[in-house]
């Protein structure tokens, strides 16, 4: 065909979940190259050029497939039941939200002593101790956006609670 007249360089390489190897074309394609036994030698590999069509065209970019073959790991991780999750997160109360950098966090029974406030590119903006149900926090110096509040406590990192300022 005549697409196949354009040379189909080789780019970027990803091991994928299904264990093979896709490398992209620099340039517009709408294939991906596919290496199907990425453990063998040479052309026991089973390569093959333009072997897996994208729905469209392709510039320059891979998926972005998530390395979930890690491996054990070295120590065991602290895991929280989904529900004690969803518990902690709808528990805070934030309120008004949008605000304009002065709003009220309800904490309920939550055992927090301390909230910080991130900007949506993840910079401490502020931190400050809260000792009461209900703490009123202005951050009105602050410019419109995005923000996340973390709580912390002596038993439990609270998940964040994202909130709006409008001037």
Do not use: W
Request: glycine share 6%.
């Amino acid at each position: 065909p005549k697409e196949f007249d354009i040379p189909n360089y080789f780019y970027l390489a990803q091991l994928a979940p299904d264990g093979k190897i896709y490398v992209s074309v620099p340039g517009t394609s709408k294939y991906l190259h596919v290496v199907n036994e990425p453990n063998k030698k040479g052309k026991a590999c089973n390569f093959v050029q333009r072997g897996f069509t994208l729905a469209g065209n392709n510039y320059t970019t891979m998926p972005n497939f998530p390395n979930f073959r890690l491996g054990a790991a070295a120590t065991p991780c602290n895991v929280v039941a989904s529900e004690d999750i969803e518990k902690e997160k709808t528990n805070i109360k934030l309120y008004p939200n949008p605000n304009d950098g002065t709003f009220t966090i309800d904490i309920g029974e939550n055992k927090v002593n301390r909230l910080s406030i991130y900007d949506v590119n993840g910079r401490l903006v502020t931190s400050q101790v809260v000792d009461n149900q209900l703490n009123t926090i202005n951050i009105s110096h602050l410019s419109n956006g995005i923000y996340y509040c973390r709580f912390i406590g002596n038993e439990v990192d609270i998940m964040p609670v994202k909130f709006t300022i409008i001037h």
